[in-house]
């Protein structure tokens, strides 16, 4: 059940952020500020849905990755299913793997600059 509930949280949250984003960022309508207001109009009511009121639970001291691996996802695959099928996938491959490096990369500083905080490194 754990396993749905998080399908289900991810997928709400997805489709959210897919269909009412765009006109929060419209740079003619609403300027910079457009992102801020779907932020905390969109996004904030998410993570409320999903992390506070626990429909998405993760054990204490795991290691996930938060609504934004679910909403790409679903950002994908409701494109690839609404317009141009397997095209709209491939297309999007070269940049999911350009995203799955810088975050390899990422996380392999970190660890980086952890273990070296441990060991009490200074600058």
Same mark, same amino acid.
Do not use: C
């Given at each position: ?61 795991? @290691?996930?990755?938060?609504?934004? +691996? !679910?909403?790409? #996802?679903? &950002? ?7 317009? %141009? ?9 070269? @940049?999911?793997?350009?995203?799955? +490096? !810088?975050?390899? #990369?990422? &996380? ?7 273990? %070296? ?7």
């Amino acid at each position: 059940m754990k396993f749905f509930r998080g399908v289900l949280g991810y997928m709400i949250a997805g489709m959210i952020v897919m269909s009412v984003w765009g006109p929060f960022v419209q740079v003619e309508s609403f300027g910079i500020i457009g992102g801020w207001l779907a932020a905390f109009a969109i996004i904030g009511p998410m993570w409320f849905m999903n992390h506070f009121l626990g429909l998405i639970h993760h054990e204490e001291g795991s @290691t996930f990755v938060d609504m934004g +691996l !679910g909403i790409a #996802l679903v &950002g994908i695959f409701r494109d690839v299913f609404l317009y %141009d099928g397997v095209a709209t996938f491939m297309a999007a491959v070269p @940049t999911m793997l350009l995203v799955a +490096l !810088g975050a390899s #990369l990422g &996380g392999f500083a970190a660890a980086k600059v952890s273990a %070296d905080m441990a060991k009490g490194g200074k600058a």
